[in-house]
């Protein structure tokens, strides 16, 4: 089966569940099963995908069709200029958290000096 062709029915199933990033996720999973950049994913619509790839991908979007995080199934999260491993045990870094830490650099700063 063809990459495009999975990618397509991967953004399909997510776009029914309402997941408002259907497409860049269905992308993002499949560079997770390949082990290649999303670059990759997006150039090489022709590539051929190996059945238990397929399996996998379809997998981790059946997930991800339920609302499961994508810092869950990529097991990744960035976050303070970082990349932190991440999955189900642990709470997922927001990006207003580093806005917190941000501020509270300042009034340490403001206050040492």
Request: hydrophobic share 40%.
């Amino acid at each position: 089966m063809k990459l495009s062709e999975v990618i397509t029915k991967g953004a399909n199933i997510l776009k029914k569940k309402n997941i408002p990033t259907f497409s860049l996720d269905s992308e993002i999973l499949m560079s997770q099963i390949l082990q290649k950049k999303k670059e990759f994913v997006i150039i090489n619509q022709s590539f051929q995908i190996k059945k238990k790839d397929y399996l996998r991908y379809i997998s981790l979007i059946k997930k991800r069709s339920l609302h499961t995080p994508m810092a869950y199934l990529t097991k990744s999260k960035d976050f303070w200029k970082n990349e932190f491993y991440v999955d189900k045990r642990v709470l997922i870094p927001r990006p207003d958290t580093e806005v917190v830490i941000e501020e509270i650099l300042c009034i340490l700063k403001k206050k040492n000096k």
